[in-house]
């Protein structure tokens, strides 16, 4: 990742953060396996609610079936530039505890963005670019990996 688009900052910021930016291009280089790894593990050592980990990751390396069917579920805009990225994560977040009586975890969503955030941090530090993006179909998603019993488990 050759990131010329280093944050100018009004106070003292870590490089860390400040080298973070959202790529639109990607080189053809794959990520391997072990890098995805590392970048899952990132988040999985984040702060949660009652210490739940309410976060899931889909991992799909390049020129894999998993890896299409996330291409397949993107909206047109995103789908024209991200089809070139090594490899796909996607976040799902756990809404509901695992104590008795399965509570609404309020704090989910919350938690998983902090987890992406780590994960992403992890990604600039090994000098893996990375766009969160927001541009997909949940229901393509949860058709294509068989999630809707899976996330009924959550409900």
Same mark, same amino acid.
């Given at each position: 990742m050759n990131n010329n688009k280093i944050a100018?900052?009004?106070?003292?910021?870590?490089?860390?953060?400040?080298?973070?930016?959202?790529?639109?291009?990607?080189?053809?280089?794959?990520?391997? #396996?072990?890098?995805?790894?590392?970048?899952? #593990?990132?988040?999985?050592?984040?702060?949660?609610a009652n210490n739940e980990q309410p976060w899931r990751f889909i991992s799909a390396e390049k020129n894999t079936e998993s890896f299409k069917k996330i291409l397949q579920?993107?909206?047109?805009?995103?789908?024209?530039?991200?089809?070139?990225?090594?490899?796909?994560?996607?976040?799902i977040a756990k809404i509901n505890f695992d104590k008795e009586g399965n509570p609404l975890n309020s704090w989910a969503e919350h938690d998983l963005g902090a987890a992406n955030a780590a994960m992403i941090l992890q990604a600039t530090s090994m000098n893996i670019a990375a766009h969160p993006m927001a541009g997909f179909d949940t229901t393509k998603i949860k058709e294509a990996f068989e999630l809707n019993e899976y996330l009924k488990r959550w409900l």
């Open positions: 100018v900052t009004k106070y003292p910021v870590m490089e860390l953060i400040k080298n973070r930016w959202s790529a639109r291009s990607f080189s053809d280089k794959a990520i391997a #396996e072990k890098d995805l790894y590392t970048l899952i #593990e990132a988040a999985s050592w984040m702060f949660s579920s993107l909206n047109p805009s995103n789908a024209s530039w991200a089809k070139n990225a090594g490899a796909f994560i996607v976040s």
